[in-house]
């Protein structure tokens, strides 16, 4: 077992080089550079600076020599500075040499987007269990058929038409929660208590809305699994036992069909750090969706280089913890695995 | 700055609000309790004027930052020798007085006494001469160096003087000193201004100081006992970050910020169909100094014929576009000058809307529709191109509405929209384009040498449509040498006819600036003066029973 995560830690390598160059050459190959953003359009802006920027950042270099000074830099976990932020660190804060602390694009914007994620899921999945559960236990019969309705306008609704909706209703009309931001511009001076609520109630939108509209997959997951699980023989022997209803249904058919959950629950760790764009607009919070697609539109190439070299780590870390948590799950699988 | 995103968010949101004002208009009583936010108030020192901005600073040396955003928050906190007047007339700022030297080439400036950094240490010349090292040092990568290169020497006699002398009179340089926002030298020598923290946590001479940047979410600007000028009224300026148009109007519709720049839907419909918005809102609109055009590619056929290009002209009902593309709030101008300024060719009238004349002159160019297809040919190929703009939704209809025009006498156009850094690097670099929408946003001198000189076309360079006429190069040339006003005036009166008579461009039409201010905030002046309603927002007051009570100092 031991022997197996070894391997495939060192299988990543290997793979996150190639993936990193992968990247590296698509956002080149996209014209325009930093210096052709809209604020270059200025007719008192001169080429010539636009050239010494240019040599200032390495891009007048072939792509190829580009890359080989980012892997050189990588391979120290040097993320580099931002281009279009005052280069501001991409990755972790740097000190200069009067002890003024810079803080990094990507250690700004994570905690604040993985926490709207993680609470996200964490409600997605607090709903989307029961409701399976109900849905596949009442197959067919009027709860089924009021879950699933729900489930598909939640899934159909865009979700930045719900978000301006809500705003408007509960922030607007009614006043009872902020329309957009992350914090109360009072904010410093609340007690902690007070801090806490306002956060919380910052959050509750940016929070539900997606949770809403995630909701329909993990349901029908839960459904689908359930479903089958049902219908095992093992689950009429239990019946058959004399086991009350409520002890089949939650210790024994339950357990295998949150299986598959695991895997999504694995793949979705890189889309934890991922964030959404429209969201992060719409309420104004500076997390990781909108530092990808501003970087992505000013050519910020450190940073973009930067959110994929760890998204993909994390995909790839994802993979792998989702198979160990299966093959732990599951001794099926754990055989397998400790034959291949 | 615009994208594919929000312009499309934004377009949807438009949709969305005007179905919640017909959906929800009468849930919302106007409330009839608080004060009486029309009747006058004695002017007061206090409160908090809460803006917001959809992008945020990448620092706050705005020299170095080089966007709009950046200056727009540093112009706060940092003084430049010289201002702009609420009738766009030049005078001073951290000088007292200014002289330009008899062979025009040295210019005097004379500094107030007594100057001071926040921080308390003297501002003086030595700062002058500092940030005109900084901008034009070879190390610092500055879009703006290029007016400052121009300069031969600079020079600090005593604490109080700073003069510069040009290689030759140079006419622009008055204008560019009223843009250069002087740095302290104390707190900035020896740094790398492009990485320095001063850029984060600056330390200015102007009305505010910056007391706290949360990163992504505000700016908080607070009064600066210091300030160079006098004392500001409002205490607080806070700026918070919305990128979403549609969230930062629903926080305005809430009474979370007072001062909101508008789009021509909803100062137009939107506020004026809702009594509760109109009650708290005003609405100012004043022309900005940018406008919208179509640029032909010069150095492709036809359009190296004046005949096709006036032909175009007069085919295009600009009309038409302010209409439909901006509810009427923007107008049709004839010279690449704000219109009622001093630069302003008043005797010049826009190509009028005259399709008769279009075809007449298409025909002497030796267009005719051979074959019948409804499209003009000449010898044998029919005339057709492709109009690209970025992707910003005026441009797009407004080339929409042209493409019906230009189908009426027979041109077949296509239209093309393309992401701002490709359109750039992609297209208008390499001159591969036949017609492009775009707008020129240009400052207060009419010095456009880099849009209009024939010397101006290398790739990256600003005349790309490939505009070469030697009376036009003659005439840039002698603006920037011509120091008095009003032969510099003529000079730019006849550079406006000759461009538009040869019609490299069609000037499509000059918006409004459109902003909408809570009622709470006073002295503003209304109608806005040439220099914009910003021009005394250092006057501006918030009467105590109109603050705001839930947020405390």
């Known amino acids: 077992m031991l022997k197996y995560i070894i391997k495939r830690v060192l299988w990543m390598i290997p793979l996150l080089v190639g993936i990193s160059l992968v990247s590296f050459l698509i956002m080149h190959l996209a014209p325009g550079d930093i210096t052709s953003n809209e604020s270059a359009f200025n007719p008192k802006a001169s080429e010539e600076s636009r050239q010494k920027l240019r040599e200032m950042y390495n891009l007048d270099k072939p792509v190829i020599v580009q890359y080989g000074l980012w892997l050189k830099r990588m391979a120290t976990l040097d993320f580099g500075k931002s281009f279009a932020s005052h280069q501001k660190p991409v990755f972790w804060q740097t000190t200069d040499k009067d002890g003024n602390v810079t803080k990094g694009l990507i250690q700004e914007a994570l905690p604040i987007t993985l926490m709207i994620n993680l609470l996200g899921l964490a409600i997605t999945l607090l709903l989307a269990i029961p409701l399976g559960i109900i849905a596949a236990r009442k197959y067919l019969g009027w709860q089924d058929r009021a879950i699933t309705l729900f489930n598909f306008i939640g899934f159909s609704i865009p979700g930045f038409w719900l978000s301006l909706l809500l705003m408007y209703w509960l922030g607007v009309v009614n006043n009872w929660f902020p329309i957009s931001g992350l914090h109360s511009l009072n904010y410093d001076s609340f007690d902690t208590w007070g801090k806490i609520k306002d956060s919380l109630s910052h959050l509750f939108l940016p929070v539900i809305i997606p949770s809403i509209t995630g909701l329909a997959g993990i349901t029908l997951f839960v459904k689908n699994g359930m479903l089958d699980v049902l219908h095992q023989d093992y689950i009429t022997t239990a019946r058959a036992k004399g086991l009350n209803e409520h002890k089949v249904i939650y210790t024994h058919a339950l357990r295998n069909a949150l299986l598959p959950l695991i895997t999504i629950i694995g793949l979705s760790i890189p889309g934890l750090i991922g964030g959404s764009v429209i969201a992060e607009t719409i309420f104004a919070i500076p997390g990781m969706g909108k530092l990808f697609y501003d970087a992505v539109l000013m050519r910020d190439f450190p940073v973009v280089m930067g959110i994929l070299t760890i998204g993909s780590a994390l995909t790839l870390l994802g993979n792998l913890l989702a198979d160990l948590m299966y093959a732990w799950a599951d001794p099926r699988v754990r055989r397998g695995v400790v034959k291949g | ?553």
């Not at chain 2, 620092?59 to 003084?79: D, K, Y």
């Not at chain 2, 600079?154 to 250069?180: H, K, R």
């Not at chain 2, 000028?229 to 700026?239: E, M, P, S, V, W």
């Open chain 2, 1 to 553: 700055m615009t994208n594919a995103f929000s312009s499309f968010t934004q377009s949807a949101s438009i949709v969305l609000v005007t179905l919640i004002i017909s959906a929800c208009g009468s849930s919302h009583n106007p409330s009839t309790s608080g004060p009486d936010l029309s009747k006058p108030y004695p002017s007061e020192a206090g409160g908090i004027l809460i803006s917001a901005m959809t992008a945020e600073p990448s620092g706050l040396i705005s020299m170095i930052a080089g966007e709009s955003a950046s200056s727009a928050i540093s112009s706060n906190i940092f003084n430049t020798l010289l201002k702009y007047d609420k009738n766009l007339e030049l005078e001073g700022d951290l000088v007292k007085s200014w002289e330009i030297s008899s062979d025009q080439k040295t210019i005097i400036f004379r500094l107030k006494p007594g100057l001071k950094w926040a921080d308390d240490k003297p501002l003086t010349s030595a700062d002058v001469l500092f940030t005109w090292q900084a901008v034009t040092d070879d190390k610092t990568a500055s879009p703006y160096a290029s007016d400052f290169q121009l300069v031969k020497k600079a020079e600090t006699p005593d604490p109080l003087t700073f003069t510069v002398t040009y290689a030759q009179a140079y006419a622009p340089a008055l204008d560019s000193w009223a843009g250069l926002q002087i740095l302290p030298k104390h707190l900035l020598q020896g740094q790398d201004l492009h990485t320095t923290s001063f850029a984060r946590n600056p330390v200015g001479s102007h009305y505010y100081k910056l007391d706290r940047w949360t990163h992504g979410e505000n700016l908080k600007l607070s009064r600066n006992p210091n300030s160079v000028l006098g004392q500001a009224k409002i205490d607080q300026l806070i700026t918070r970050i919305i990128p979403d148009n549609s969230a930062q109007f629903l926080e305005l519709m809430a009474d979370n910020i007072d001062y909101m720049g508008l789009d021509p839907i909803k100062y137009s419909r939107i506020i004026p169909a809702r009594p509760e918005l109109q009650q708290k809102l005003a609405l100012y609109k004043e022309l900005g100094n940018s406008y919208t055009y179509m640029g032909f590619n010069l150095k492709h056929k036809p359009f190296n014929d004046v005949r096709v290009r006036r032909a175009i002209n007069y085919a295009i009902d600009k009309q038409e576009i302010i209409d439909g593309v901006y509810l009427g709030l923007g107008i049709n101008i004839a010279s690449p000058y704000k219109p009622g300024t001093r630069w302003s060719n008043p005797a010049l009238t826009p190509y009028p809307y005259d399709p008769a004349k279009a075809r007449q002159l298409l025909k002497e160019a030796g267009f005719a529709d051979t074959d019948g297809d409804g499209i003009l040919e000449r010898d044998g190929k029919p005339f057709t191109f492709e109009i690209i703009t970025n992707q910003n939704k005026e441009r797009e209809k407004s080339a929409v509405l042209i493409q019906r025009r230009l189908k009426d006498v027979g041109i077949d156009v296509k239209i093309r929209a393309i992401e701002w850094a490709s359109f750039i690097s992609r297209f208008i670099k390499t001159g591969d384009f036949d017609v492009v929408v775009l707008g020129w946003g240009l400052g207060l001198d009419p010095d456009q040498f880099n849009i209009w000189h024939s010397s101006q076309q290398a790739p990256g360079q600003f005349n790309f449509i490939g505009y070469h006429n030697p009376t036009v190069d003659q005439l840039l040339e002698q603006g920037r040498l011509e120091l008095n006003p009003d032969k510099r005036m003529k000079i730019y009166h006849e550079f406006a006819r000759v461009l538009l008579d040869d019609s490299p461009i069609v000037y499509l039409s000059a918006g409004y600036g459109l902003t909408a201010i809570h009622k709470r905030v006073k002295g503003i002046d209304d109608p806005a003066p040439p220099a914009g309603i910003g021009h005394n927002s250092q006057d501006w007051y918030i009467p105590q029973p109109l603050r705001r009570n839930e947020i405390s100092q």
